[in-house]
T-cell receptor
């Protein structure tokens, strides 16, 4: 099936540093999503993005978070500055349309903030 | 907000046995449901997308049942084999714009 790639697979950084998580979505997809999964907990929605804009974000999407997809390249999640509670696995997803379509997920980026 | 409870969190069955995972959701407006399978180091692989109008959905080696009255969605593996060992997640799409609400996942181990 369609593949979503995420780079890097693992990232370890010091608290307060900036981190950028990269997602290569399915090529013809138009809607992009980030989800966060803390170890042992449910995967939770962070944000979705379409046509250069955030459409919806959850309360987990703090002011230190930002997303963009410049010129059709990677869809990125930037955290600046990072905090200890940002340690989690971040999953990117994409879909062609919004309402009916399946979201295809990447393998996740495991972020550890020390 | 929408809550999705998934049980059991862990399930071990012998090869050839059946396995059942159940999710209970709260949003009566939920109209799409999903089952995903996650193998170690891999992304979530879609098993099935279920519309709220369809109560019985047959897949390859499994059946998904939707009970709208009780707001339950179940994944029934009929004869499990070791390749089914993975973490399974249910999710629903309710009235929110695009976001999926996930269950906590079920770690299924199929013993040869």
């Amino acid at each position: 099936g369609p593949k979503v790639l995420q780079i890097p697979s693992h990232q370890i950084i010091d608290m307060g540093q900036m981190v950028t998580l990269n997602c290569d979505p399915v090529s013809n997809h138009l809607y992009f999503y980030w989800y966060k999964q803390i170890l042992g907990q449910q995967m939770e929605f962070l944000v979705n993005f379409y046509n250069g804009k955030v459409m919806e974000k959850s309360k987990l999407f703090k002011d230190q978070f930002s997303v963009e997809r410049p010129d059709g390249s990677y869809f990125t999640l930037k955290i600046q500055p990072t905090a200890l509670e940002d340690s989690a696995v971040y999953f990117c997803a994409s879909s062609f349309r919004l309402n009916q379509d399946t979201q295809y997920f990447g393998p996740g980026t495991r972020l550890l903030v020390l | 907000g929408e809550q999705v409870e998934q049980r059991p969190p862990h399930l071990s069955v012998r090869e050839g046995d059946s396995a059942v995972i159940i999710c209970t959701y709260t949003d009566p407006n939920s109209y799409y449901f999903f089952w995903y399978k996650q193998e170690p180091g891999a992304g979530l692989q879609l098993l099935m997308k279920v519309f709220s109008s369809t109560e019985i959905n047959e897949g390859q080696g499994f059946t998904v049942l939707l009970n709208k009255k009780d707001k339950q969605l179940s994944l029934n593996l009929t004869a499990a084999h070791p390749g089914d060992s993975a973490v399974y997640f249910c999710a629903d799409r309710g009235s929110a714009l695009g976001r999926l609400h996930f269950g906590a996942g079920t770690q299924l181990i199929v013993i040869p």
